[in-house]
T-cell receptor
């Protein structure tokens, strides 16, 4: 157990639908990052939150959005889902207070769009 | 944006052989991190290198950061089947979020 909790572990949904992925960071970590990992691609950065505020944005589609709540858990919302959105979605956290910290990853949510 | 390339993409070795993966950037990096992802698992942080020319060892793993801070390598001595997985390097962008390399998938057979 890495200390970062992601739910659900698996999700199967139809095209056009909307889903919410949830992440609870490791205790004490203020930064949360979302990454997408497709079969033929590496880890693509989506978005980062730090202590409730959006800190950085990567190649995140407009159909995707995220937020970090006062208790520091984060949610990634994916809407109007397409087949190509099928991927592993990882959440990672870090203390966020140092120059750069190593990330602690959750076990991921495997999304399958059919 | 910043890109970090890794080579090779895939390597298959016999148990006991050595393995090296290389990470290259066109820009100077403030630091570099290495992660390992086992099949079906999530990335796990291995190490961070900060200084030019830095070398760090973890048992059979040796990590190096280039003098110009534009490249790095991970060398595994005498691979074991437990070393199987994908090894990623990662470097921070201006916003501190990490850009991950393309990864090197290591397969070890007996």
């Amino acid at each position: 157990d890495s200390g970062v909790t992601q739910t659900p572990k698996h999700l199967i949904t139809a095209t056009g639908q909307r889903v919410t992925l949830r992440c609870s960071p490791r205790s004490g970590d203020l930064s949360v990052y979302w990454y997408q990992q497709s079969l033929d691609q590496g880890l693509q950065f989506l978005i980062q939150y730090y202590n409730g505020e959006e800190r950085a944005k990567g190649n995140i589609l407009e159909r995707f959005s995220a937020q970090q709540f006062p208790d520091l858990h984060s949610e990634l919302n994916l809407s109007s889902l397409e087949l190509g959105d099928s991927a592993l979605y990882f959440c990672a956290s870090s203390p966020g207070t140092g120059e750069v910290d190593g990330y602690t990853f959750g076990s991921g949510t495997r999304l399958t769009v059919v | 944006g910043q890109q970090v390339m890794q080579i090779p993409q895939y390597q298959h070795v016999q148990e006991g052989e050595d393995f090296t993966t290389y990470c290259n950037s066109s820009t100077t990096l403030s630091n570099i991190q290495w992660y390992k992802q086992r099949p079906g698992g999530h990335p796990v942080f291995l190490i961070q290198l900060v200084k030019s020319g830095e070398v760090k060892k973890q048992k059979r793993l040796t990590f190096q950061f280039g003098e110009a801070k534009k490249n790095s390598s991970l060398h595994i001595t005498a691979t074991q089947t437990t070393d199987v997985g994908t090894y990623f390097c990662a470097a921070p962008t201006a916003g501190r979020e990490l850009t991950f390399g393309t990864g090197t998938r290591l397969q070890v057979t007996l």
